[in-house]
């Protein structure tokens, strides 16, 4: 069964930082290409930030310099350090694959507001 947990949001001052994390059940982390989401209040979710198992990554215009994704494929786990956070960053954070499955977890709330 695939499962998704993330965790790690919470409320921040513009100009924290914050560190996600998602564990992924082993099928679905076997896949090459991992991603972390999010979807703000009114808004469709977007893909901000990817991770290949070699290490390459990619981001999303708005977080580049400002957001750095990881995994530890030996603990089938990806991270996202966010720094310099903004409020426009407010949002659930998910993580799946890239392109995503229909599985989703429930995701982590960051919160930016002073």
């Known amino acids: 069964q695939v499962q998704l947990v993330e965790s790690g949001g919470g409320l921040v001052q513009p100009g924290g930082s914050l560190r996600l994390s998602c564990v992924a059940s082993?099928?679905?982390?076997?896949?090459?290409?991992m991603g972390w989401y999010r979807q703000a209040p009114g808004k469709q979710r977007e893909l901000v930030a990817t991770i290949i198992r070699g290490g390459y990554t990619n981001y999303a215009g708005s977080v580049k310099g400002r957001f750095t994704i990881s995994r530890d494929n030996a603990k089938n786990t990806v991270y996202l350090q966010m720094n310099s956070l903004k409020p426009e960053d407010t949002a659930v954070y998910y993580c799946n694959t890239v392109p995503n499955t229909v599985y989703w977890g429930e995701g982590t709330l960051v919160t930016v507001s002073s």
């Open positions: 082993g099928s679905i982390f076997s896949i090459n290409a």
